[in-house]
């Protein structure tokens, strides 16, 4: 897990509306937001859109508590929705959850799949590897957030499917659909003989 940081700089916004939003994106390289959630109320607040960009380009920005210093002020979030620009792709809007370090949140995780190319199940039996999902949805304390979940597919054999309920996840971690019965312990990954071989 690295310890990536995300810290952005924000001022307060008062101007609210579709053209004021148009002026901030077009004279100030700035990105219209908002932040809420907690005991505070809404903020509309703008970012800076090169600062942005760049922590956009770390897959682990959309899985880590944030901290936004809004004129100066600091506050921990989590990126809630992001919307970009149909054709160029810039961000448009972002809206931000304020986060305590005290009570537990729930968010998507990305998996990284590790040991492809030396699974037994590949490397000695001539399986395939085959992905069902490329992340998972955790709940625990935002200090306990992690930037993704590994799964190992070193001693995977041939015939093989990994569920959630397989993953190794770091303390304090949990996976809340695990709690819903063993009808939600969704698979992962397996290994199969290829088609090739099969035909």
Known sequence: MSAANFTLNAQDRTNEGK????????????????????????????????????????????????????????????????????????????????????????????????????CVGVKTEGGEITHFTSEVEVSCLPGNLPEFIEVDLLNVHIGTTLHLSDLKLPKGVEIPSLALGHDHDQPVANVHASKVDAE
Do not use: C, W
């Not at 004021?20 to 809420?36: D, F, G, N, Q």
């Not at 959630?37 to 607040?45: E, L, P, R, T």
């Not at 600091?74 to 961000?91: C, D, E, F, G, T």
């Open 19 to 118: 053209g004021a939003s148009r002026r901030l994106r077009r004279l100030e390289a700035k990105v219209p937001a908002v932040i809420y959630g907690g005991s505070a109320a809404a903020q509309s607040i703008s970012l800076e859109l090169r600062e942005l960009v760049k922590a956009l380009e770390n897959e682990a920005f959309f899985s880590h508590v944030l901290t936004i210093n809004i004129d100066g002020k600091p506050q921990q979030a989590v990126i809630k929705a992001l919307q970009r620009h149909p054709v160029k792709n810039v961000p448009m809007h972002a809206d931000f959850l304020r986060v305590d370090a005290s009570q537990k949140l729930v968010r998507k995780v990305p998996l990284h799949f590790t040991n492809q190319d030396t």
